[in-house]
């Protein structure tokens, strides 16, 4: 399958949120968490054209199906089969669209949900985990302190 050309859609979201923040694309961030330049710098430069083979990873993963191998075993499996030798530390926001906290919580040893109903300011997307206005305060101290144990 081709490289599927997702950056021209994110491209014109950006370009639309100058005039109304309704352009904003909720799949990558929730709108009310992101400065309007950094999502445009966000929509402009960050995403690229996707492998067919991508997308049908992700698509299974948030499916629940899961991310295979190219041999078709399943790498969550395979992580549990050994041990998971280290840990892992899954982010979600409460609006992720792109990877809602249901699929997220399969891909770590620990599992954080980020968003109103967990004591934050807003709820949070999928890439304003990192880039919202809020994260500095939020999210980053969260992961820090995860990094320092």
């Known amino acids: 399958m081709p490289a599927i050309p997702i950056h021209w859609p994110s491209i014109a979201s950006g370009w639309g949120s100058q ?20 999502y445009r710098k966000l929509a402009a430069v960050c995403l690229h054209p996707v492998s067919g083979r991508v997308v049908l990873d992700l698509a299974k993963a948030i499916s629940g199906d899961g991310i295979t191998t190219p041999n078709g075993d399943h790498y969550h ?3 549990q089969q050994l041990g998971y030798g280290f840990p ?7 609006a992720d669209l792109q990877c809602p906290p249901e699929a997220a919580a399969r891909f770590g040893t620990e599992h954080r949900i980020f968003g109103r109903a967990y004591g934050e300011q807003v709820d949070y997307g999928h890439d304003d985990l990192v880039l ?7 999210t980053w101290p969260v992961i820090l302190e995860w990094l320092d144990r």
């Open 19 to 38: 005039f109304t923040r309704k352009a904003i694309d909720p799949v990558l961030v929730c709108p009310e968490n992101i400065e309007l330049d950094r």
């Open 77 to 79: 499996a395979l992580l």
């Open 88 to 94: 892992i530390l899954s982010l979600a926001g409460s």
């Open 132 to 138: 919202g206005k809020f994260a500095p305060d939020e």
